[in-house]
């Protein structure tokens, strides 16, 4: 039910036709690099958060990892994830599959600056085999982000 959510969202756009599905699953970095025949560090990882009380997505570099002084840092609390029946439930996208497209109202969606370094990159589109290609402006476009943030460890520019 998610691909199909994405898959209209993009089509007031005219861009359903961008959305690629897999005979293979893509649910996580290595899987969806694989299927991608791309480096895992272009894939956009989208990680669930809770923040006073409320949801948030992170898109992420697939080569990073959440930093914790940073994020707290950045938000004022500990990282907290959500648990895979929160993120369905909060975010409207299963794990494997979440993305910020098409999301529940209430969620705020942040982009990580793990992703600037790249032209093009690869996040989900609400199945645990699907992606989209998306230029970083295409992703800030879309995604509906609040603001770029920096809270993410492992990877250089």
């Known amino acids: ?3 199909k959510k994405v898959k209209s969202y ?4 005219g861009m359903e036709d961008r959305v690629q599905e897999f005979e293979v699953s893509s649910a996580t970095v290595e899987l969806a690099a694989q299927a991608l025949n791309c480096d895992p560090c ?6 669930s958060f809770m923040v006073d009380g409320h949801a948030i997505l992170i898109v992420t570099a697939g080569d990073t990892k959440i930093d914790n002084p940073k994020y707290k840092a950045q938000f004022s ?8 029946e929160e993120v369905e439930m909060l975010i409207g996208h299963a794990v494997g599959g979440v993305c910020p497209f098409a999301v529940n109202q209430e969620v705020t969606v942040y ?3 793990s992703l600037k370094r790249f032209k093009t990159v690869f ?3 609400g199945s645990s085999n699907s992606a ?6 295409e992703l800030e476009k879309y995604s509906g ?4 943030i920096d809270v993410c460890k492992g990877w250089t520019v």
Not at 42 to 47: D, E, G, N, V, Y
């Open 42 to 47: 272009r894939i956009a990882k989208t990680l």
């Open 123 to 125: 996040p989900a589109c």
């Open 1 to 3: 039910m998610s691909l």
């Open 10 to 13: 993009f089509s007031q756009y």
């Open 132 to 137: 989209i290609e998306l230029t970083i402006e």
């Open 145 to 148: 982000f609040t603001s770029w």
């Open 77 to 84: 609390t500990k990282a907290k994830m959500l648990s895979p």
């Open 111 to 113: 982009l990580d600056a």
